[in-house]
């Protein structure tokens, strides 16, 4: 691309503020990228560049420009990605997100069968929250994910969603909380620090037809929010914190040292697979059915 190389020069003889050393990275002669250089200063009608007699400096045009060339460029390997995984996507390969409980209980081995099944194709997972594995997936980023079914989407989120089994929401603590031996009261949990594993973010609150809700009952509450089930778990070994999770995870998280104190079977979950309208991957139905035939060994 044209435009390209006239960036690369620009952003080349920016960063080294010296033509010289600018045309030797580039493995161009020095007249040459002086010639490009005065061609782009006389596009643009403005000069880019002051002359020094040591080299180089960017003018307030340079400085603009280079705002401008800097974001070009990174857009154009944006695209440049963006084909080549479209290209490997339609040899197989096949992107999936997940929750750290899902891999543990039964994604895993998933993919485990499909690699099996499937030895030459590429694959991509990617680890996250509801909210941000539904707006990856409304923008093509992973072609399926597994999570908790989101109430009152956006009408612009074009997802279909496959019930795969229900959970409840339990409390989890270490093993030396002072909830973890007693009788636990729903009470005596809110005087605890709340800890949020991989809480919903604003920026992916698109997805939702009015927002992410506002709690009002937290404003007092001490609240940790950590984007990693592992490091979560060594929250609540440090801290007296409380983590509300899925009860299916109970039997996993016992190993890491952590126990249910509560489980709420009023408020129930529904957990699948969420998958964009209208698209039909022979790779994505396969894995699909690999993840309900392995989600029996847990529910």
């Not at 408020?267 to 139905?285: P, Q």
Request: with cysteine; hydrophobic share 35%; charged share 20%.
């Amino acid at each position: 691309m044209a435009i390209n190389k006239s960036l690369k020069y620009f952003l080349a003889v920016a960063k080294h503020g010296n033509i010289k050393r600018a045309s030797d990275e580039l493995f161009i002669s020095q007249p040459s990228l002086t010639s490009a250089i005065k061609k782009l200063e006389s596009e643009m009608g403005a000069p880019l560049f002051n002359r020094l007699s040591k080299g180089v400096e960017l003018t307030p045009y340079g400085h603009k420009f280079r705002a401008f060339a800097q974001e070009q460029q990174e857009q154009y390997f944006s695209l440049k990605h963006q084909f080549n995984d479209m290209q490997q996507r339609q040899f197989g390969k096949i992107k999936i997100g997940t929750g750290e409980v899902w891999w543990e209980r039964f994604v895993r081995q998933s993919v485990e069968d499909y690699q099996s099944l499937n030895p030459a194709n590429s694959f991509h997972l990617e680890f996250g929250n509801n909210l941000s594995l539904l707006s990856h997936l409304t923008r093509g980023d992973i072609d399926l994910f597994i999570g908790h079914e989101v109430l009152e989407l956006s009408e612009d989120c074009r997802v279909a969603f496959h019930p795969l089994f229900q959970d409840y929401e339990a409390i989890y603590v270490s093993q030396q909380h002072p909830l973890a031996t007693t009788p636990t009261d729903v009470k005596q949990i809110d005087q605890y620090p709340l800890l949020r594993v991989t809480p919903n973010h604003p920026r992916h609150q698109s997805v939702l037809s009015n927002g992410l809700p506002h709690d009002s009952s937290l404003e007092e509450r001490v609240v940790y929010d950590v984007d990693s089930v592992l490091a979560s778990i060594d929250m609540l070994h440090m801290t007296q914190a409380v983590m509300p999770y899925s009860h299916r995870a109970e039997q996993w998280l016992a190993g890491l040292g952590l126990t249910a104190c509560h489980i709420d079977k009023n408020k129930v979950g529904n957990i699948g697979i969420y998958t964009k309208l209208g698209e039909h991957k022979h790779s994505v139905h396969e894995l699909m059915y690999l993840f309900k035939q392995n989600v029996e060994s847990i529910v």
